[in-house]
């Protein structure tokens, strides 16, 4: 081995993953054409109840009741359960087990596999949504509501097996009697009025408390104790300038403010703290997804069941004005009309409603066809949970070319349309009706950055730039911006730390990782004082990397403040495994090993699966000498997730810090052909090296010089290897080579001096 080998005990890319994951998950996002938002409303109204709403507001209440918001939960009752209890019996295709269903007077209960893989039995007590499936509730100790995972399919009129359905042992957090299945923290928000959630992260037991079991009036207008006073006033009394008495304005709103009432249960996100319906900036409140893989397709097309939010931000209709209620009744939830109506209230029937755009004909062999609808086209979708279909509403035009380019779902093939044809056919038959041109679409763009393409950072700095684009798609593209470091990419950050949208902000503080520590206090500090919460909060968080006494004395409360509000979210949220491992990461940062140590435990105790809490427990264990511990941990998350080749190299890296380079090599090997990164490919190259194996040594030293010919020590290893193998010719024609290339590459001159031309 060459004195170079001390890199391989360095653990180059599980400290790279630390500093990437310690950040806020999910990331939060805030609309660009609303600036600053308004601080959280001062309230002192309380919640009264949808009933005192009926009495002066009739017409929306009847819209209202029976509605999905209405039956979003119920207490469990002969009204309620849509579902047989009648001694009915289902078998779960995926695990051959046979659950029973049945009553005892007026209770209703199931049987089925309990928490310990055993057939138990349990009591239903509460009723989940109304269609196209009703779940079911079941008490649980520590005050939680499980969710099971047989739901009663209403136009069926069965019952099914809900997703995933890989899932059957009772240890997985998927499991419908674990965590991830657990009402309280999973659903609760969202389909009640006023919930507290009252998670006491140190005994993990909850007191869940609502104000109404439903989605009621007052969840999206806000508590209306004072809009009730203000009614019950004689008519000259009322001070029309106080709006009425509402807490939450919701009368001729901008897209982006009525978005904003919707999106803390129509979207991708976890709260910051319990909803008070009190209206302020989103930031405040929760943290929306940004468009990430695994969740959408690179051109922001769903995915996984992401909810409306995400999507709607990305349309056009949003970026001009179309709000929620211009399609949906906002108390029945119903369309204002069917079919093509719905859209022609905006859109010219003449141009766009006619076979000379959309090409389709609304009988088909004799059948009706439904291929001539605006949303077969503009809207398809995804089927969720088994059965529920959900369109996706970016609205966006068919791209069948970009289908082919990056492996996104085509509209023509959408829901079996015409699934038996192939993509080339769509294409065709495209470009016959509309033409060759086609614009630029950022998913080419997401696309590269998410496989890391060499040279995507170009068009990523041109994504996150351009204010005409959506804010989320600015936003990703900057996220993806973190793995390509360079002088152009932390100006843009910089630039983006100053953005109207708060969702720029954010993304571009949390990846400045990269910057040194005086470049950090200058950009980051004046952050502490942001008017959004989740941009201080992680301002917070990334200066918590340096010592406290660098700040200024006038930042260092600024800083103390931010810090707590992170806590108290991550606290929120610790019965999260990511949330316990951003209280982790934080706990390093600031020095106590122990507190991230029993953090990261934690996280895993939650969820085993949550493999980055065993990721940076390893890392801590190696810094404490605790190798073979380390090693255990790393093992099995490469079992488990064979495809992140970031933990091969990082186990690789601690066997052969433990001199078992045998035991290293094939992991190294691993991450050289799969991560596409010089430094894996050099440190595989230097086991190899030790295992007197240098004709597989050259061919690593070599692959590291192609992917960075910058690579000193990769150059040093391969000059050193044909040095001491007597290849002197070899050596200088190497240095030649990388002379060529680059006349200022000094130790391949320092080479050539000492071993002469």
Same mark, same amino acid.
């Given at each position: 081995?060459?004195?170079?080998?001390?890199?391989?005990?360095?653990?180059?890319?599980?400290?790279?993953?630390?500093?990437?994951?310690?950040?806020?998950?999910?990331?939060?996002?805030?609309?660009?054409?609303?600036?600053?938002?308004?601080?959280?409303?001062?309230?002192?109204?309380?919640?009264?109840?949808?009933?005192?709403?009926?009495?002066?507001?009739?017409?929306?209440?009847?819209?209202?009741?029976?509605?999905?918001?209405?039956?979003?939960?119920?207490?469990?009752?002969?009204?309620?359960?849509?579902?047989?209890?009648?001694?009915?019996?289902?078998?779960?295709?995926?695990?051959?087990?046979?659950?029973?269903?049945?009553?005892?007077?007026?209770?209703?209960?199931?049987?089925?596999?309990?928490?310990?893989?055993?057939?138990?039995?349990?009591?239903?007590?509460?009723?989940?949504?109304?269609?196209?499936?009703?779940?079911?509730?079941?008490?649980?100790?520590?005050?939680?509501?499980?969710?099971?995972?047989?739901?009663?399919?209403?136009?069926?009129?069965?019952?099914?097996?809900?997703?995933?359905?890989?899932?059957?042992?009772?240890?997985?957090?998927?499991?419908?009697?674990?965590?991830?299945?657990?009402?309280?923290?999973?659903?609760?928000?969202?389909?009640?009025?006023?919930?507290?959630?009252?998670?006491?992260?140190?005994?993990?037991?909850?007191?869940?408390?609502?104000?109404?079991?439903?989605?009621?009036?007052?969840?999206?207008?806000?508590?209306?104790?004072?809009?009730?006073?203000?009614?019950?006033?004689?008519?000259?009394?009322?001070?029309?300038?106080?709006?009425?008495?509402?807490?939450?304005?919701?009368?001729?709103?901008?897209?982006?403010?009525?978005?904003?009432?919707?999106?803390?249960?129509?979207?991708?996100?976890?709260?910051?703290?319990?909803?008070?319906?009190?209206?302020?900036?989103?930031?405040?409140?929760?943290?929306?997804?940004?468009?990430?893989?695994?969740?959408?397709?690179?051109?922001?097309?769903?995915?996984?069941?992401?909810?409306?939010?995400?999507?709607?931000?990305?349309?056009?209709?949003?970026?001009?004005?179309?709000?929620?209620?211009?399609?949906?009744?906002?108390?029945?939830?119903?369309?204002?009309?069917?079919?093509?109506?719905?859209?022609?209230?905006?859109?010219?029937?003449?141009?766009?409603?006619?076979?000379?755009?959309?090409?389709?004909?609304?009988?088909?062999?004799?059948?009706?066809?439904?291929?001539?609808?605006?949303?077969?086209?503009?809207?398809?979708?995804?089927?969720?949970?088994?059965?529920?279909?959900?369109?996706?509403?970016?609205?966006?035009?068919?791209?069948?070319?970009?289908?082919?380019?990056?492996?996104?779902?085509?509209?023509?093939?959408?829901?079996?349309?015409?699934?038996?044809?192939?993509?080339?056919?769509?294409?065709?038959?495209?470009?016959?009706?509309?033409?060759?041109?086609?614009?630029?679409?950022?998913?080419?763009?997401?696309?590269?950055?998410?496989?890391?393409?060499?040279?995507?950072?170009?068009?990523?700095?041109?994504?996150?730039?351009?204010?005409?684009?959506?804010?989320?798609?600015?936003?990703?593209?900057?996220?993806?911006?973190?793995?390509?470091?360079?002088?152009?990419?932390?100006?843009?950050?910089?630039?983006?730390?100053?953005?109207?949208?708060?969702?720029?902000?954010?993304?571009?503080?949390?990846?400045?990782?990269?910057?040194?520590?005086?470049?950090?206090?200058?950009?980051?500090?004046?952050?502490?004082?942001?008017?959004?919460?989740?941009?201080?909060?992680?301002?917070?968080?990334?200066?918590?990397?340096?010592?406290?006494?660098?700040? @200024? $004395?006038?930042?260092?409360?600024?800083? #103390?403040?931010?810090?707590?509000?992170?806590?108290? %979210? /991550? *606290? !929120? =949220? +610790?019965?999260?495994?990511?949330?316990?491992?951003?209280?982790?990461?934080?706990?390093?940062?600031?020095?106590?090993?122990?507190?991230?140590?029993?953090?990261? @435990? $934690?996280?895993?105790?939650?969820?085993? #699966?949550?493999?980055?809490?065993?990721?940076?427990? %390893? /890392? *801590? !264990? =190696? +810094?404490?000498?605790?190798?073979?511990?380390?090693?255990?941990?790393?093992?099995?998350?490469?079992?488990?997730?064979?495809?992140?080749?970031?933990?091969?190299?990082?186990?690789?890296?601690?066997?052969?810090?433990?001199?078992?380079?045998?035991?290293?090599?094939?992991?190294?090997?691993?991450?050289?052909?799969?991560?596409?990164?010089?430094?894996?490919?050099?440190?595989?190259?230097?086991?190899?090296?030790?295992?007197?194996?240098?004709?597989?040594?050259?061919?690593?030293?070599?692959?590291?010089?192609?992917?960075?010919?910058?690579?000193?020590?990769?150059?040093?290893?391969?000059?050193?290897?044909?040095?001491?193998?007597?290849?002197?010719?070899?050596?200088?024609?190497?240095?030649?080579?990388?002379?060529?290339?680059?006349?200022?590459?000094?130790?391949?001159?320092?080479?050539?001096?000492?071993?002469?031309?």
């Amino acid at each position: 081995m060459t004195n170079h080998t001390t890199d391989i005990e360095r653990w180059e890319l599980v400290a790279l993953i630390a500093a990437v994951v310690i950040v806020l998950s999910p990331i939060a996002y805030l609309l660009v054409s609303s600036g600053v938002k308004p601080p959280p409303i001062e309230s002192r109204a309380d919640f009264v109840g949808s009933d005192a709403c009926k009495r002066c507001h009739e017409a929306e209440y009847a819209k209202w009741k029976g509605s999905h918001h209405d039956l979003a939960m119920d207490v469990a009752n002969a009204t309620t359960v849509l579902g047989d209890f009648n001694d009915a019996r289902y078998t779960d295709p995926y695990n051959n087990s046979t659950s029973r269903f049945f009553r005892q007077g007026e209770r209703f209960f199931v049987e089925t596999q309990g928490p310990d893989g055993a057939p138990g039995r349990f009591e239903i007590t509460h009723t989940f949504g109304a269609y196209p499936l009703q779940q079911y509730l079941s008490p649980f100790p520590g005050g939680r509501l499980q969710c099971l995972n047989i739901a009663w399919d209403v136009e069926g009129r069965r019952w099914r097996r809900l997703p995933p359905y890989d899932v059957n042992d009772p240890d997985d957090w998927l499991h419908w009697t674990k965590g991830g299945q657990t009402w309280n923290v999973m659903c609760a928000e969202c389909h009640s009025t006023r919930l507290t959630k009252g998670y006491d992260p140190e005994t993990g037991e909850y007191r869940t408390t609502w104000f109404e079991i439903d989605v009621g009036c007052e969840a999206c207008h806000g508590p209306g104790s004072e809009h009730v006073e203000w009614a019950d006033k004689p008519p000259l009394a009322r001070d029309a300038s106080a709006d009425f008495g509402l807490v939450v304005k919701t009368v001729n709103l901008a897209s982006d403010r009525q978005i904003e009432i919707c999106a803390p249960c129509h979207s991708r996100r976890f709260l910051l703290g319990d909803n008070r319906h009190e209206g302020g900036a989103l930031l405040d409140l929760m943290a929306p997804e940004l468009l990430r893989e695994g969740l959408y397709y690179p051109d922001g097309q769903i995915f996984e069941e992401v909810y409306v939010y995400g999507s709607f931000v990305q349309s056009k209709m949003f970026g001009r004005g179309v709000r929620c209620s211009d399609c949906h009744d906002v108390h029945s939830l119903k369309r204002h009309k069917d079919g093509n109506a719905l859209c022609t209230q905006c859109h010219r029937a003449e141009a766009y409603d006619t076979p000379k755009h959309h090409f389709h004909k609304k009988t088909h062999e004799g059948k009706p066809s439904d291929g001539h609808l605006c949303v077969k086209c503009h809207m398809p979708g995804r089927i969720y949970m088994g059965i529920d279909y959900r369109p996706d509403h970016s609205l966006r035009i068919p791209r069948p070319d970009l289908s082919a380019e990056i492996g996104t779902p085509d509209a023509c093939s959408a829901k079996g349309c015409h699934a038996d044809k192939p993509l080339a056919w769509s294409i065709g038959n495209y470009t016959t009706w509309y033409g060759e041109t086609r614009k630029p679409h950022y998913g080419s763009v997401i696309s590269a950055g998410r496989s890391h393409a060499p040279g995507a950072d170009a068009d990523l700095i041109r994504l996150a730039e351009d204010s005409l684009l959506p804010g989320i798609v600015r936003a990703t593209a900057l996220d993806l911006l973190r793995a390509y470091p360079s002088p152009a990419v932390d100006a843009c950050l910089a630039r983006a730390l100053e953005d109207q949208d708060a969702l720029i902000r954010y993304t571009a503080i949390r990846s400045l990782e990269h910057f040194d520590a005086k470049t950090r206090l200058q950009r980051i500090a004046p952050k502490l004082y942001d008017p959004v919460k989740a941009v201080r909060m992680q301002a917070a968080v990334m200066l918590s990397m340096l010592p406290e006494n660098r700040l @200024r $004395k006038d930042d260092r409360e600024a800083f #103390r403040k931010g810090l707590e509000e992170y806590r108290e %979210a /991550m *606290l !929120y =949220n +610790a019965d999260l495994a990511p949330q316990r491992y951003n209280l982790g990461n934080l706990a390093a940062n600031l020095g106590d090993l122990d507190g991230a140590v029993a953090a990261y @435990r $934690k996280a895993i105790e939650i969820d085993g #699966r949550f493999y980055p809490s065993k990721v940076n427990l %390893a /890392m *801590l !264990y =190696n +810094a404490q000498g605790k190798n073979l511990e380390a090693e255990v941990l790393l093992r099995g998350v490469a079992a488990q997730e064979p495809e992140l080749y970031e933990v091969q190299y990082s186990l690789g890296l601690l066997l052969a810090e433990m001199g078992r380079y045998a035991d290293a090599e094939p992991f190294l090997s691993v991450a050289s052909n799969g991560m596409n990164y010089a430094r894996a490919s050099y440190n595989h190259g230097q086991a190899l090296l030790a295992l007197n194996q240098l004709g597989r040594a050259e061919r690593e030293f070599m692959k590291a010089l192609s992917l960075n010919p910058l690579d000193h020590d990769a150059f040093i290893a391969l000059a050193g290897l044909y040095l001491q193998s007597g290849q002197t010719d070899k050596a200088r024609a190497l240095a030649d080579r990388l002379l060529e290339e680059n006349p200022n590459h000094g130790p391949a001159r320092e080479l050539l001096r000492r071993i002469g031309r």
